[in-house]
């Protein structure tokens, strides 16, 4: 289906809560910010625990693949990355990104246009808080995920303070104003009728600017504690 006609289908039905090809061009200047990337290091720890032991030369769906940030972290763990996301412009610039062993196509995580057990794993990364239908999205990445793989979620926290002061404070016209938001059990009892869950709490980065660089050891003790209140939730699914 040509990309225009495919895009105008993806519209009509509203995929997201919110039109990422606003946000294309500035995305990742977060990453690159010294509190952005210190998010990016904790939450890829969490998200770490939970890739398999051996990945060279398996597949990996990553829904919602944005910018294609996480797509280079997944391509470097060597799977075969397939991202697709609704927005046209976060593809564009995946695209540009020319990451090894990844490609990318404009398609709604509602309707996967993959046949059943494609992927060993399918992840998808800060993107079901904004899809229009997260169960419908997950039962779509089970469907296109191999009995033996697994499903990979990363989330943001319902229950951490940063993300609840970006809802209220980053107004109606911030992608926060659309997004459902999971705590860690929400998330948990959402998975649980679909396999075996796992879930780990991080991303616990301190306010104050001049604490950031001990966020690593704030997010172990958090950890330990096993405290319910970073801003990320990583999740894995076991079919
Ligand atoms: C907050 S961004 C996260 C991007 C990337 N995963 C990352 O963490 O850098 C959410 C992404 O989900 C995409 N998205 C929202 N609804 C979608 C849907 N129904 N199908 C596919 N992608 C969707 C958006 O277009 C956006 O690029």
């Not at 391509?75 to 020319?98: L, N, P, Q």
Request: charged share 25%; proline share 5%; aromatic share 10%.
């Amino acid at each position: 289906m040509p990309l225009a006609e495919r895009k105008l289908q993806i519209n009509e039905s509203k995929a997201s809560g919110f039109d990422f090809d606003l946000l294309a061009d500035s995305y990742d200047s977060w990453y690159a910010g010294r509190r952005g990337a210190m998010y990016d290091r904790l939450e890829k720890k969490a998200i770490s625990r939970y890739l398999p032991p051996s990945t060279k030369g398996k597949k990996l769906l990553e829904v919602g693949c944005g910018t294609g940030h996480w797509s280079r972290f997944f391509s470097g763990y060597d799977f075969e990355v397939t991202g697709v996301d609704v927005s046209e412009r976060m593809i564009d610039a995946a695209k540009s990104k020319d990451i090894s062993n990844a490609s990318f196509q404009v398609a709604d995580g509602h309707s996967l246009p993959f046949a059943d057990e494609t992927f060993d794993v399918t992840a998808a990364i800060t993107a079901l808080e904004f899809v229009r239908d997260a169960e419908a999205v997950v039962r779509e990445m089970i469907r296109c995920t191999r009995k033996t793989g697994q499903v990979l979620l990363g989330v943001l926290n319902g229950l951490s303070k940063v993300n609840r002061q970006r809802q209220r404070q980053d107004g109606p016209e911030s992608p926060y104003a659309a997004a459902r938001l999971f705590s860690p059990v929400e998330l948990k009892e959402f998975l649980e009728p679909f396999g075996r869950v796992e879930i780990t709490v991080g991303g616990f980065v301190p306010a104050q600017s001049w604490l950031i660089p001990f966020a690593p050891w704030v997010d172990r003790i958090a950890g330990m504690f096993r405290s319910q209140k970073g801003a990320f939730i990583a999740a894995a699914l076991k079919l």
